[in-house]
């Protein structure tokens, strides 16, 4: 079946503009992951969904990120007022419910702050 | 606080030769170790847990709670085995994963 899917898969934004990251999990998964990764370094958790709610927003590096899955299956993160220090690749995973140890990774989106 | 530490940022072996990818973690309680594989220009993938206790492409990776590390070892590399290992740490009661900086196993033929 298809694994999970970010769009766009590359963002060029100047800095202090407004993006937002889509992510399509595996069908029938309930639980979403968002990390980050900087180059050279492993991806950092962001925030964790369980169904539609946020269960773990620890990782949220401050107020500028916010993400939301209202329906309980496509997520979006948003970053207000981005920043040069934002760029990074950023991860998407989803798994079933209750096997946190079954992540599956999307390709990610790189984004770029100029 | 936990962290997983990767020592090596670069592995450069030769086909055939005997490869040990070092994973050290920091915590107090009882862990699960995963790791995870990137190749050229794929996704990151699950490559082994330790609950499972498996051999996944060759690869076995032994906890040692002792050592507080997971070091992912295989007998013989293989040029397919060129990517980038990243070992992951989960905590007790929380879905997120801990992962170290990664590294880049090259396999020369």
């Known amino acids: 079946g298809a694994g999970v899917s970010q769009t766009p898969s590359n963002k060029v934004t100047e800095k202090g503009k407004y993006v937002e990251l889509r992510c399509d999990p595996i069908s029938g998964h309930t639980a979403l992951y968002w990390y980050r990764q900087s180059l050279g370094q492993g991806p950092e958790f962001l925030i964790y969904?369980?169904?539609?709610?946020?269960?773990?927003d620890s990782g949220l590096p401050n107020d500028r990120f916010f993400a939301v899955r209202p329906e309980g299956s496509v997520s979006t993160l948003k970053i207000q007022r981005t920043e040069r220090g934002d760029s990074a690749v950023y991860l998407c995973a989803s798994s079933p419910s209750g096997r946190a140890d079954e992540q599956y990774f999307g390709p990610g989106t790189r984004l770029t702050v100029t | 606080a936990q962290r997983v530490t990767q020592p090596e940022k670069l592995l450069s072996v030769f086909k055939g030769a005997p490869v040990e990818l070092k994973c050290n973690y920091s915590?107090?309680?009882?862990?699960?170790l995963f790791w995870y594989v990137q190749y050229s220009r794929q996704r990151l993938q699950l490559l082994l847990r330790h609950i499972s206790r498996e051999s996944i492409k060759g690869f076995t990776a032994d906890l040692n709670k002792g050592e507080t590390s997971f070091h992912l070892k295989k007998p013989f590399a293989q040029e397919e085995d060129s990517a980038m290992y990243y070992c992951?740490?989960?905590?007790?009661?929380?879905?997120?994963?801990?992962f170290g900086a990664g590294t880049r196993l090259a396999v020369h033929p």
């Open positions: 992951a740490l989960r905590t007790g009661g929380y879905n997120k994963l801990i």
């Open positions: 915590y107090s309680g009882s862990p699960e």
């Open positions: 969904f369980q169904g539609t709610g946020a269960a773990d």
